[in-house]
C-alpha cells in the first residue's frame, strides 16, 4: 500500500498527495433527488393551519437523512412550512416530505427538491387552486361550530348517518384533514364511515369552485379507523347511476381496517361503479 509518494510519482499513479488542492474526498456524491409523485397535484395555497394552505406531499428517493437536509421549491417559491419528513406510509422504500405551500402566483408551478445543492428533475407539477381546508377531530370537534380555515374550530364527524358532518360541506376544491388523536369507528352515510352521495369534486383549473375534494390525515398523526362488525367498510364511492358525483377525489395517509364481520363489499376504500378520477396516496388498507 502505497501510504505517501512523491508529487511526480502521484501524478502518475492517479494519486493526490494529503493537503494538495485536487485531492480526493473521502466521500462519495450523492445521488441527486428523486422527485416521483405528489398526493395534492392542485390544492389551496392559502388558509387552514397559519393560514399557509393545504398539506402537500412529496414522494421520491434521495431526499437526506436528516430533516432540513431537504428544500423543496414550486418554480422558484420554497414551501413556507415543512410539516413532516421520513418513510413514507404506503411504500417504506420511498421517502416522503410534506409540506404547506404558502401563497404563491396562480398557474401550474413546477416541484423540486433540492438536497445540498443537488436538484431533482422538474417533470411533476401542481397547481395552486382556490379552496377551504376543514379540520376533524374525534376527540374535540364539534360540528355545529366548526369553521372552515380553522384548526381550533373542528368538524366532530367526517360524516353522519344523515350526510352531515364535513364531507357535506366540502366543496370542489376542499381539502377535509383528519386528526389521529385517537382510533375512528364512527359510522356515516350507507352504513360506512363515509359515502359520497351529492359530494363530489370536478377537473381542476386554479379558478374557485373547480378542483379535487380531498381527504388527507394530518402530518405525522395517524388516522385510523377500523370498521365495526356489520357496518361496509371505509370511504365509498356513490355506485351505479350516480355518474356526477363521487369523482375527483383524493385519498392520502389513512390507516384504515375493514372487519372480518363486515359486509362482503365492505372494503377500506370502494369506488363503486361510476367514480373516476380519483387518487388514492399513501394509504395502509
Request: aromatic residues 10%.
Amino acid at each position: 500500500m502505497i501510504r505517501f509518494c512523491r508529487p511526480l510519482l502521484c501524478a502518475l499513479l492517479g494519486l493526490s498527495m494529503p493537503g494538495f488542492p485536487g485531492a480526493r474526498s473521502a466521500d462519495p456524491v450523492p445521488p441527486a433527488p428523486q422527485v416521483l409523485y405528489l398526493d395534492l397535484v392542485a390544492g389551496p395555497t392559502t388558509g387552514g393551519e397559519n393560514d399557509t394552505g393545504a398539506y402537500v406531499s412529496v414522494f421520491g428517493r434521495h431526499f437526506g437523512t436528516l430533516p432540513g437536509q431537504a428544500h423543496v421549491y414550486f418554480d422558484d417559491h420554497e414551501a413556507v412550512a415543512y410539516r413532516y419528513f421520513g418513510p413514507s406510509r404506503g411504500l417504506r422504500d420511498i421517502q416522503q416530505i410534506t409540506v404547506q405551500v404558502g401563497a404563491i402566483p396562480p398557474g401550474d408551478k413546477r416541484v423540486t427538491v433540492v438536497v445540498q445543492g443537488r436538484r431533482s428533475s422538474e417533470d411533476i407539477h401542481f397547481l395552486p387552486a382556490p379552496g377551504n381546508i376543514l379540520f376533524v377531530d374525534n376527540t374535540k370537534g364539534n360540528d355545529r361550530s366548526a369553521r372552515k380555515n380553522r384548526i381550533d374550530r373542528p368538524w366532530r364527524y367526517l360524516q353522519t348517518p344523515d350526510d352531515g358532518g364535513a364531507l357535506s360541506a366540502a366543496r370542489p376544491g376542499d381539502v377535509i384533514v383528519l386528526r389521529g388523536k385517537a382510533v375512528w369507528s364512527d359510522i356515516g352515510y350507507g352504513n360506512r364511515w363515509a359515502r359520497f352521495f351529492s359530494e363530489t369534486g370536478n377537473a381542476p383549473n386554479g379558478k374557485t369552485g373547480h378542483g379535487y375534494l380531498t381527504i388527507e390525515a394530518y402530518p405525522g398523526e395517524d388516522v385510523h379507523y377500523i370498521a365495526p362488525p356489520g357496518t361496509s367498510g371505509g370511504i365509498h364511492g356513490v355506485g351505479d347511476g350516480y355518474e356526477d358525483f363521487a369523482d375527483w377525489v383524493v385519498i392520502s395517509g389513512l390507516h384504515i381496517e375493514s372487519n372480518a364481520m363486515s359486509r362482503s363489499d365492505a372494503a377500506p376504500i370502494n369506488l363503486q361503479a361510476a367514480s373516476d378520477h380519483w387518487r388514492i396516496v399513501n394509504n395502509e388498507l
